[in-house]
């Protein structure tokens, strides 16, 4: 009996070692190196990088441009899921109860699902030269040739530092709103019917079905949505360095974090600046999960 347990243990562990090694390798140890590097001067060129411990952080918080990027993410991450989700949840209540007889979706229900989520096939380079297209200053812009037939001025969509920022959040919530549209939808399918039914015979109109029905029965799909639109807001970069004039501008008025790390390491070779910047983000990232997780905690409603 005992040998057969000691077979039966080692036959799990011999499965489980193999990706306990991969992850060891390829995800904490690049974590383990990327702190490491933070606190040396390396520029990718020697073998053997001269440690400076925090000085790469001193600089970091000194910079002015560092504390633009964060800004910029600081903004995004409050708006970014906020308009996400409110977008959403209207489209997919809209598409699963908003039809005429309040518990069932409106006709062609299903294209529109797949009309909201192709934006989300669209590779993100890809959505960065459209919008780039979109956005140009000239005649030829899909927004300013019109107003510019109808004599008003353009807008510096791109060109503009008042504007340049609401332009890449507008590109964002764009992209992102169709995956969340079918999430949210995914979840009101497995809402039972009877409780809208029961709701509309007790006299509820469409908006008490909604805050007493669909958000309360969907929060934990809403608390999820929260932080991976958090954490996209955190990591946003190809947008913002593909869409956005100088990568980043102009006048560094869109620049992220993600932005300034790749400057500095692939365009300055200040790797080890670039890795002070990255556990920056790190901390940001999985203190933002941790937070949004916590505070959005709460009792599961059963149905």
Do not use: C
């Not at 390798?25 to 925090?54: C, E, H, K, N």
């Not at 995956?179 to 497995?190: M, T």
């Amino acid at each position: 009996m005992i040998f057969n347990r000691y077979r039966r243990g080692l036959f799990i562990t011999s499965f489980l070692a193999a990706p306990v090694i991969l992850y060891l390798v390829y995800v904490i140890s690049p974590y383990i190196q990327a702190f490491y590097i933070a606190m040396t001067d390396w520029r990718g060129v020697t073998a053997t990088p001269t440690f400076i411990g925090l000085d790469n952080f001193k600089r970091l918080f000194s910079d002015g441009t560092f504390w633009k990027a964060v800004t910029h993410n600081g903004a995004l991450l409050v708006l970014l899921p906020l308009i996400t989700i409110v977008i959403a949840l209207f489209f997919a209540f809209l598409l699963n109860v908003g039809g005429a007889q309040g518990t069932s979706g409106i006709r062609g229900s299903k294209f529109y699902r797949v009309v909201f989520f192709f934006p989300q096939v669209l590779a993100v380079a890809v959505v960065a030269v459209l919008f780039q297209q979109v956005f140009r200053p000239d005649g030829s812009g899909m927004l300013n040739g019109p107003l510019m037939a109808l004599g008003v001025r353009p807008i510096g969509f791109l060109s503009d530092p008042d504007v340049a920022f609401w332009s890449v959040l507008g590109v964002m919530v764009w992209q992102a709103v169709g995956f969340y549209v079918v999430l949210f939808s995914a979840g009101l399918a497995s809402i039972p019917r009877d409780m809208f039914e029961a709701a509309q015979i007790d006299g509820a109109g469409r908006v008490s079905l909604f805050f007493r029905i669909t958000l309360p029965l969907l929060w934990d799909t809403v608390q999820v949505a929260w932080v991976y639109l958090g954490i996209l807001a955190l990591d946003v970069f190809a947008i913002v360095w593909v869409m956005t004039d100088q990568h980043g501008g102009p006048d560094w008025s869109t620049t992220v974090m993600a932005a300034e790390i790749y400057r500095n390491a692939f365009q300055y070779f200040r790797f080890g600046y670039a890795s002070a910047l990255g556990v920056i983000m790190f901390f940001f990232t999985v203190g933002f999960a941790i937070l949004s997780l916590r505070l959005s905690r709460r009792e599961r409603i059963e149905y």
